[in-house]
T-cell receptor
């Protein structure tokens, strides 16, 4: 069955520290998409990244980087040199367009506190 | 290009009352989705429209929830009567449709925070 696990409920770091948010997923399909979203205090969901199951290349975007490993069914997200503005809830998500339709399955979210 | 919009941004109602949430998808997007996050838990899928048709409503919690998308444009989600456990944030998303992956990418609205007292 589809499932996304974000084991870290809350993480608290001091500004400029690096932080990694873990995401483990379960799927029976060979074609799937993984996502990360950010939900700042204002409440909206901000799309960060989409990866498809056939592309395991890690990606870096500024201070953000993502490590996709199919062997361990993980899609971890690292923020380098964290800033106070990074404080938010981060959601990892999965969708299986072939077997699961178009719905997206979200993890429970990890709340990140970055202290000045 | 305008993004997905939702109205109202916040609604406070009493148990037993009715509330209607509205979502305007990105213009031209055939697919529209409703999700909700209750009690700080994970965001859960409610249903999916393709144009005006309900493609998948497997996530609708019970018959107190009614979603419509007349004319295949905006959608409404009515909760009647509201219960305390309905409190949470209701998100709408839309996607273009068509081929993967671009047509499949979902754009989320800002959400409606519903508080039932």
């Amino acid at each position: 069955a589809q499932k996304v696990t974000q084991a870290q409920t809350e993480i608290s770091v001091v500004e400029k520290e690096d932080v990694t948010l873990d995401c483990v997923y379960e799927t029976r399909d060979t074609t799937y998409y993984l996502f990360w979203y950010k939900q700042p205090p204002s409440g909206e969901l901000v799309f960060l990244i989409r990866r498809n199951s056939f592309d395991e290349q890690n990606e870096i975007s500024g201070r953000y980087s993502w490590n996709f490993q199919k062997s361990t069914s993980s899609f971890n997200f690292t923020i380098t040199a964290s800033q106070v503005v990074d404080s938010a809830v981060y959601f990892c998500a999965l969708s299986e367009p072939n077997t699961g339709g178009f719905k997206t399955i979200f993890g429970a979210g990890t709340r990140l506190f970055v202290k000045a | 290009e305008a993004g997905v919009t939702q109205f109202p941004s916040h609604s406070v109602i009493e148990k037993g009352q009715t509330v209607t949430l509205r979502c305007d998808p990105i213009s031209g997007h055939d697919n529209l989705y409703w999700y909700r996050r209750v009690m700080g838990k994970e965001i859960k899928f409610l249903l999916h429209f393709v144009k005006e048709s309900k493609q998948d409503e497997s996530g609708m919690p019970n018959n107190r929830f009614l979603a419509e998308r007349t004319g295949g444009t905006y959608s409404t989600l009515k909760v009647q009567p509201a219960e305390l456990e309905d409190s949470g944030v209701y998100f709408c998303a839309s996607s273009l449709g068509g081929g993967l992956p671009k047509g499949y990418e979902q754009y989320f609205g800002p959400g409606t925070r519903l508080t039932v007292t």
